[in-house]
């Protein structure tokens, strides 16, 4: 894979900005266009502003020879006889547009420190906004990275009649779908499960997919090295053991090594041989989730030993995509594999699915389903205050551009006088602030490259690797472009009416104070629109770190300090059910009897990891909620060894803990907690008392205090613990509480499980608090990513701030003047200054507080309890920004009151 | 395509800077790029695409073609494509000096540049 020298951020915004150029430029010096650039970058980079300066000369030369070939290119297209003009006219429209921007390419040359600090200004808004689309780009609207034609996969899912309650498939419900519909061109099936790979006596673990034999073909990858999935192999139940590596896995576990093709590898205990790798880039239909083997079907007893799937319609196991034939519309999929399924539902299978009748299709998204709607929702709220940032920012500029319309005047002027019309100008001045913004947005992708490495760091402390490519692809680049050109028109629309409205005889007159009184009103309307959008970002960023401080604060219930965790699969490991149980027994008691160690346990899923498992419970006597009909009352539970409580510090009430007595055989026990005693064992004693699960009867021998073991924000509700002995599970999480130093423990922790058998892979030791702080990691990003941008508004909207109270100082010179020979003192002159911020400063706080209380509903699910009205948020931010907007007016009333009176009477 | 080298006179001055550079050996773009600006004191810097857009134009017109010969000293590890001028470019440039030979070798523009020289 020759993946070429490494590629600076620099060098990877150039080859993308190529495609500004047309395609046969593109094509024929592509290469070459890079290449200079890269030169250029080796030879100058060094340089003090080396960078800046590299992009200074290199972007105005991008955009200008781009327009004159893509215009060159336009009219060699069009050169017929019929339609060959003289273009001394300029009547073309391509033709004035291009006079315009060579003529506003050279204005701005002639004042760089403008040009630098708008461009500035605008890189900082478009790099907010491009940051945070680049990241909802990489992680929920790629089209499936490696696929052809993306677009044209679905999703298959049963449903309800209705499409609601969507649920997996079973194979015979696979086969009866792929070989009945004609809407698609193919249908695959496949299953995520955690693998140990075993090499030379070494294990590794790996996120694996069973998949079914077309699951290439239908995606349309294609292998890196070797091949993919025969017909055959995907035929007789175990016959074949083939496996096809990721590029990832192979490049990690196996150096790259080519001659991996056709060498025997061990997966779950049996062996396999390697067939080919798939493309790099390519991670799997979630593309999100970093799939690192994929084996097919017919292998799926021996790598997931629980037996014959493939026969079973009521074990719903497998996730299916199909591609769409062309010019095939979803409803027409939708119609036909409801018919399909209908006509399926019920034949052998249990209830409750063969009540899923309907089918919920939809295009093939980079995530899981559930996962897609709440993570659209809080990118949707980030991207929404990235984009306050560029109107913030935007807003500078138009402010920036209205002073210069006014330096302008003469240069205006004498366009009119010479017949120029006012729409010519107004559209000379907005190409001027067109340009601009997208030089400015040029910095702004250059920021975005920055930014979303730095999101991509954020570490996520979830159980399956994530690989996540939020750096900005084309898309991203046309959003930016698309941005940044909207936003400059749309800003520069003002200051170019404004620029552009101008009798021939004003500036004949003498200056009097207040000529450009139309133009400051704009100006102090653009201040105040600022402050306002500051003020909302900032309550945004309080209220996140409001619900942050909140949600640490939070008593769990639990004491996670000094508890390390380490997840372990023995089905991956070969290992049969009694070798199982006896693994984590003889674990356990080994890490017992080393120094430190207070209590060790092990459960099925860690508290607050983000997963949850419930079912059914009927108990005796107790009413269900109103609005569930019959006696079932569904309940979240945790599967627990015996010391669970000890390691957790979860104080029991009454009763006692598990034992190594509740073991398979014996009768069914369970511990439930508080709540759950509350409401459903009011009277009389909980201890003793039975409910049921199923058919199993479980008789409760303990009441443990309430601990916010599924989720963080929720009220205690009623809760079961059953012992992991009676329901044994291969994968559990181990937990040691111990006084050691944590290293230690990791070291203690790998040590004793390689030593029951050194084939397994390397643990990962996790501390539980690093797992549990997962709950808070969106309120975490998001008070981060607010924050950043709060006070990016909030400098800009300062800076904005400052440039009108000095402007209108200046205006004020002879009036001050006046006052300071009448007798009036600096500190007079000062408050009158300040009494200008005051009043900016009071209405533009008034407008961001009903925006902010209009607005801040929207983050209402991540806020923790918190009111999105929170009064001692609102009362903190305005706090700040008018701390930060009376310094900004205060500086140059300052220089206003030091001033000479005399001097300045002397100037006017 | 003209054959004539007389055909490109007068040569733009960007055309003789390249060609007059190309002449001395084969160069890739950043090197042409360099020895531009060192040729010009400075004065004409030839970013990326100005400069494929022109040299796309003289390779189109046969003055310039790409090269394969490689300079053996040069550690370049990288595919640059390297251009070199062509016989008829040869003798179009040669054409072009001597025109601006002639063309300054007239007593008044000799007398310009004396009157010239002193500031």
């Excluded at chain 1, 016959?239 to 590029?247: E, I, M, N, T, Y």
């Excluded at chain 1, 390691?647 to 907690?673: H, K």
Aim: proline share 6%.
């Amino acid at each position: 894979m020759s993946g070429g020298p490494e590629r600076s951020c620099s060098e990877r915004v150039y080859a993308l900005l190529l495609a500004l150029y047309p395609r046969a430029f593109r094509c024929a010096f592509g290469d070459d266009l890079r290449d200079f650039f890269r030169d250029r970058l080796r030879a100058e980079r060094r340089r003090p502003f080396g960078l800046a300066r590299i992009w200074l000369r290199a972007l105005p030369d991008l955009l200008a020879s781009a327009s004159l070939e893509r215009w060159q290119a336009l009219r060699e297209r069009s050169r017929t006889p019929r339609s060959r003009r003289t273009s001394r006219s300029g009547d073309s429209l391509v033709q004035t547009l291009l006079s315009d921007l060579k003529y506003s390419l050279r204005l701005l040359r002639l004042s760089p420190l403008f040009t630098l600090i708008a461009a500035l200004v605008i890189a900082l808004g478009t790099g907010a906004v491009t940051t945070i689309f680049s990241a909802a780009n990489g992680i929920a609207l790629r089209p499936l990275p490696g696929a052809a034609e993306p677009n044209e996969l679905v999703e298959i899912r049963r449903a309800e009649r209705d499409g609601s309650s969507s649920h997996s498939a079973s194979y015979p419900y696979y086969r009866h779908l792929r070989d009945g519909a004609h809407s698609l061109s193919g249908i695959a099936a496949w299953s995520m499960l955690s693998l140990t790979v075993t090499t030379g006596g070494e294990g590794t673990r790996a996120l694996g997919n069973i998949v079914s034999g077309n699951y290439f073909t239908v995606l349309g990858v294609r292998p890196a090295a070797g091949r993919f999935f025969l017909p055959d192999e995907d035929r007789v139940p175990g016959a074949r053991p083939v496996v096809v590596l990721s590029h990832g896995f192979w490049t990690r576990r196996f150096g790259g090594d080519p001659g991996v093709v056709g060498r025997s590898i061990t997966l779950n205990g049996h062996p396999f041989t390697v067939v080919g790798i798939s493309p790099r880039g390519f991670h799997g239909v979630f593309a999100a989730l970093a799939t690192d083997v994929w084996v097919p079907m017919m292998m799926q007893a021996e790598v997931r030993g629980t037996g014959d799937l493939l026969s079973s319609a009521g074990s719903a196991w497998l996730e299916l995509f199909g591609r769409r034939r062309e010019g095939t519309g979803l409803d027409s999929v939708r119609a036909e594999l409801g018919t399909a399924t209908a006509a399926f539902a019920g034949r052998d299978e249990p209830r409750d699915l063969a009540r899923l009748s309907g089918i919920d299709v939809h295009p093939l998204g980079a995530l899981p389903d559930d996962a897609n709607g709440p993570l659209l929702g809080f990118l949707a709220l980030l991207l929404a205050a990235s984009g306050l940032v560029l109107a913030i920012a935007s807003v500078n500029v138009a402010g920036m551009l209205l002073a210069r319309a006014t330096a302008r005047r003469r240069e205006v002027l004498v366009r009119i006088a010479l017949g120029a019309p006012r729409a010519r100008i107004v559209r000379q001045l907005l190409t001027e602030s067109a340009l601009l913004f997208v030089f400015g947005s040029a910095g702004g992708i250059l920021l975005a490259e920055w930014g979303t490495r730095a999101l991509e760091r954020i570490p996520i402390p979830v159980e399956v690797p994530i690989s996540l490519e939020l750096t900005p692809d084309l898309r991203v680049l046309a959003f930016a472009l698309g941005t940044a050109l909207l936003s400059g028109l749309l800003f520069g629309l003002v200051p170019a009416l404004q620029g552009s409205r101008l009798d021939i005889s004003s500036p004949l007159r003498a200056e009097t104070p207040g000529a450009g009184r139309e133009r400051s009103r704009t100006r102090n309307a653009l201040v105040v629109g600022q402050l306002a959008l500051s003020l909302l970002l900032l309550v945004a960023a309080g209220l996140f770190l409001r619900a942050l401080d909140r949600g640490q604060r939070v008593d769990p219930g639990f004491d996670a300090a000094q508890v390390a965790t380490a997840s372990f699969d023995t089905r991956t490991y070969g290992y049969s059910e009694a070798r199982g149980r006896q693994f984590y027994r003889d674990l356990k008691s080994r890490l017992a009897t080393h120094p430190g160690v207070v209590a060790v346990s092990s459960a099925r899923l860690l508290p607050l990891s983000g997963n949850t498992t419930g079912d059914e419970f009927r108990i005796d006597g107790a009413s269900p909620s109103a609005d569930r009909a019959g006696d079932v009352i569904p309940m979240n539970f945790a599967q627990v060894d015996p010391g669970y409580f000890e390691v957790l510090r979860i104080p029991l009430l009454r009763g006692r803990s598990f034992a190594a007595t509740d073991a398979p055989e014996a009768a069914g026990v369970a511990i439930v907690n508080e709540t759950f005693v509350r409401r459903y064992v009011p009277h009389g004693e909980a201890v003793g008392r039975s409910f049921h699960r199923g058919d199993d009867t479980l008789t409760i021998v303990g009441v443990a205090k309430d601990a916010r073991v599924s989720s963080l924000s929720e009220e205690p509700k009623p809760f079961v613990y059953l012992p992991l002995a009676q329901s044994f599970s291969p994968d559990q999480n181990l937990m040691v509480r111990s006084a050691a130093d944590p290293g230690q423990v990791a070291a203690m922790i790998r040590d004793e499980a390689r030593a029951l058998d050194p084939g397994l892979p390397r643990a990962e030791v996790t501390p539980l608090a690093v797992v549990a702080s997962l709950a808070l990691l969106p309120q975490r990003v998001a008070a981060l990513i607010t924050g950043l941008l709060g006070l990016a508004g909030l400098l800009l909207a300062a800076v904005g701030l400052y440039g009108v109270i000095a402007y209108s100082v200046s205006q004020r010179g002879r009036e001050i003047g006046v006052r300071m020979a009448l007798g009036a003192t600096g500190r007079d002159v000062v408050a009158m200054v300040l009494r200008e911020g005051i009043r900016f400063v009071a209405i533009g706080l008034s407008i961001g507080m009903a925006l902010a209380i209009a607005a801040t509903w929207l983050m209402k699910p991540f806020l923790f309890g918190v009111s999105a009205t929170d009064g001692a948020t609102f009362l903190a931010v305005s706090a700040v920004l008018a701390g930060v907007a009376m310094l900004a007016s205060y500086l140059p009333a300052r220089r206003a009151a030091a001033a000479d009176p005399m001097a300045i009477l002397r100037t006017e | 395509m003209p054959e004539k080298p007389s055909a490109f006179q007068p040569l733009k001055p960007i055309d003789l800077i390249l060609l007059l550079s190309l002449a001395e050996g084969d160069r890739h773009g950043y090197a042409l790029s360099q020895e531009v600006e060192r040729r010009t004191d400075g004065a004409v810097r030839l970013e990326a695409g100005n400069l494929y857009r022109t040299l796309r134009r003289l390779l189109g017109e046969g003055l310039v073609a790409t090269s394969g010969h490689r300079p053996a000293s040069e550690l370049d590890d990288e595919r640059r494509r390297y251009f070199r001028i062509t016989p008829l470019g040869l003798r179009a440039v040669e054409a072009e000096v001597r025109r601006l030979r002639s063309l300054l070798a007239s007593p008044s523009v000799k007398a310009l540049g004396r009157r010239q020289e002193p500031t």
